[in-house]
Structures are given as C-alpha cells and as structure tokens.
C-alpha cells in the first residue's frame, strides 16, 4: 500500500461549503485528474461524488474534454446532464476506464461499506466493470473495522423476500430495518424497484465472509460490502487531500 500526502493547489474551489463538504470537494477534485480524453467514466451516486460530476462538468467546458459517463443512479444520470457530460451505458461500453465514487466507511485494507444513498446494486456493477475505481470521502469515514461507530450495512431486497430476508439477517447475528421514505410514507425504493434493509451487525472483523453469507440469503439483490474493488481512495482534509493506494491486480 501506499500512502501520499497532496497539498491543496491549482483548482478552484467552491466557497461558503462547511468544513465536510470543502472536504469532499477537494478530494473529489484530485479523483477527476484521473480521467483523460476519450475515457468512459463510472459516475457515482450520493452528495461526495456529485462533487466529482460537477468538476468533470467543468473540465469538459475549460480542456474541451470529451469523456461519456455511465451513471449509477437516476440521480446521477440527471446531475451529469445538467453539467453537460455525454451519457452512455454498459451495453455499448461494457469496459469502463475509470470509475468516481464515495464510501460511507473505508478501511486500511480499502474495504469500503456503501449503500446510504440506496444505489450500491449497480455501484458495484459499474465498479466491477471499471480498470481503475477512484472512492472520494472526508477523514471521518477513515475507519479500522467495518461496522464501527454504529454504522448499518445497506442491504438490497426483493419487496417480495423482505420478511424472509429479515429473519435470515437476524440468524446471522444482524439487526435489519426496512429504511423509511422521507417526506413520503413506505419505504425507500431503489432505482431497481427494491427495498432497503438497513442491517446492524457491530463491528465486522471478517466481512468478506459475512458478504458472502449475506449475499446468499434468497431476495438480496447486492450488499453495502465492497470488498476488493477500489485501487485509490482519496481522503479530503482542511489542509490537502490523503491519497491511499493499493492497486488490484
């Protein structure tokens, strides 16, 4: 593994973001340096990798950059339209040269747990098919176990299989709970037409092992586990950018 220190320079950033999000913000801005003319890009989903949509926006208007953008989620689709970058999908490029995405916990070993934005199904469709996954994310995702600080794993369910999804989670040692819609009564529904177990299991020492277990259970679509999939994570701090990097092979 390596592990470099970058200090802030030639971007310019946006103003008046608090300390978290300035921070996700730089780290969002190195990620995009990785991608070149004629790159097929992984767009990630939730409010971290907007960041890096929008400076790839940017560098398309300023370096006349032409990329395509495989987006992870509707939300993504309609923000990288808004910033101007050309859509395509897996079906006409199925190979994809970089992929952007944040993390909702990331540790040393580059494990990461993703799902709070409800879109992990194709993030990690997207990452698998990627030579290269990028994760963003401010230092307090920096974690040494999965699972620590109360953090939930996001489960993907068939509506169909939720009740037996839930007392199979429960026999393996989780607390799952069906994630609730906000302004609106049920449950949340992914853009593939699922529900959401939000499941606890405290501080997960093996969780390759319980992704597997998890996976197998009939009606999960995909786990919040991502194991094995990321080369470099990019940590954003008040005063530069963490870079980790541990390539697969």
């Known amino acids: 593994m390596r592990r470099f220190w970058i200090n802030w320079g030639r971007w310019k950033l946006k103003v008046n973001l608090d300390p978290i999000q300035a921070a996700k913000q730089k780290a969002a801005l190195e990620a995009v340096k990785h991608v ?9 989903s939730g409010s971290t990798a907007a960041f890096a949509i929008e400076a790839l926006g940017e560098r398309i208007k300023k370096e006349n950059l032409h990329i395509m953008g495989i987006p992870t989620s509707y939300q993504a689709f309609l923000l990288a339209i808004e910033c101007g970058i050309p859509i395509t999908t897996l079906d ?8 952007i995405d944040g993390a909702d916990q990331v540790t040393p070993e580059l494990n990461l747990i993703k799902g709070m ?3 992990m199904a194709r993030e990690k469709i997207v990452a698998a ?10 230092q307090n995702k920096k974690v040494k176990l999965l699972g620590e600080n109360n953090q939930v794993v996001p489960i993907e369910v068939l509506p169909f299989a939720i009740s ?34 939000d499941t606890y299991f405290g501080e997960i020492k093996d ?3 319980l992704a597997v ?3 197998m259970i009939p009606g999960v679509v995909e786990t919040g586990f ?13 005063s530069g950018v963490e870079k980790i990097e541990e390539l697969r092979k």
Do not use: C, M, Q, W
């Open 36 to 44: 070149k003319d004629g790159f097929v890009v992984g767009l990630g």
């Open 92 to 99: 006409e490029h199925p190979e994809i040269n970089v992929t």
């Open 117 to 119: 934005g409800a879109a």
């Open 129 to 138: 098919a990627s030579k290269l996954n990028v994760i963003i994310a401010d």
């Open 164 to 197: 037996l999804a839930k007392r199979k989670l429960v026999a393996i040692g989780g607390k799952p709970t069906v994630r609730e819609g906000k302004g609106k009564l049920g449950p949340v529904i992914t853009d593939n037409g699922n529900a959401i177990l």
């Open 207 to 209: 969780p390759a092992e």
């Open 213 to 215: 277990k998890v996976k």
């Open 226 to 238: 991502f194991i094995g999939l990321t080369d470099i994570v990019y940590f954003g701090l008040s």
